[in-house]
Antibody, heavy 121, light 107 residues
Framework: EVQLVESGGVVVQPGGSLRLSCAASGFTFDDYALHWVRQAPGKGLEWVSLISWDGSSIYYADSVKGRFTISRDNSNSFVYLQMNSLRAEDTALYYC??????????????WGRGTLVTVSS | DIQMTQSPSSLFASVGDRVTITCRASQGIANYLAWYQQKPGKVPKLLISGASTLQSGVPSRFSARGYGTDFTLTISSLQPEDVATYYCQKYNRVPYTFGQGTKLEIK
């Protein structure tokens, strides 16, 4: 069974930093691209970032480009999201999601339950 | 960037009704379109990929079609368990933008 378990969400002050983690199991981790998708309270889904199976292709939404960094550890089946210069508008539930393919050109067929990031003073 | 616009934003329908949700892309995306269902308090679930391919385990009352810029998701006979917010998403190239969602409720 595919499992994605996010962690690291906390309350952080504006301008602060945070690293989210996603532990994966139940599939051959280094065959698939991984994404981060967020959902602000009561709002819709927003795609945040993508990393290909080998980490060679990385993409970001304009709203986080230059502030967030995605990475992966294929040895231990983790994907990370380093979040810097956090703003109030980054407050959201952050989901880790698995791509159907390896390059990131497919839909997201499995999602974690999310980890809540709150940016507030 | 390509924008994804869903209509309506919210929808009330009766059990047994035929329901259709529309998603429009601001530029052509061929068939690189997915539909997700998010029930209240739950994680999004992939329903449809490739604009029209039903994922395994999704009830056959769900169907979808479209190509280019105009896409639809149809529920042929609405059931109480279909209460959810439905999102379309493009995945032809980044950013993999979602529509704003359509909240479906029972009358």
């Amino acid at each position: 069974e595919v499992q994605l378990v996010e962690s690291g969400g906390v309350v952080v002050q504006p301008g602060g930093s945070l690293r989210l983690s996603c532990a994966a199991s139940g599939f051959t981790f280094d065959d698939y691209a991984l994404h981060w998708v967020r959902q602000a309270p009561g709002k819709g889904l927003e795609w945040v970032s993508l990393i290909s199976w080998d980490g060679s292709s990385i993409y970001y939404a304009d709203s986080v480009k230059g502030r967030f960094t995605i990475s992966r550890d294929n040895s231990n089946s983790f994907v990370y999201l380093q979040m810097n210069s956090l703003r109030a508008e980054d407050t959201a539930l952050y989901y880790c999601a698995k791509d159907i393919g390896g390059s990131g050109s497919y839909p997201l067929d499995h999602w974690g339950r999310g980890t809540l990031v709150t940016v507030s003073s | 960037d390509i924008q994804m616009t869903q209509s309506p934003s919210s929808l009330f329908a009766s059990v047994g009704d035929r329901v259709t949700i529309t998603c429009r892309a601001s530029q052509g995306i061929a068939n690189y379109l997915a539909w997700y269902q998010q029930k209240p308090g739950k994680v999004p679930k992939l329903l449809i990929s490739g604009a029209s391919t039903l994922q395994s385990g999704v009830p056959s009352r769900f169907s979808a079609r479209g190509y280019g810029t105009d896409f639809t998701l149809t529920i042929s006979s609405l059931q109480p368990e279909d209460v959810a917010t439905y999102y379309c998403q493009k995945y032809n190239r980044v950013p993999y933008t979602f529509g704003q969602g359509t909240k479906l409720e029972i009358k």
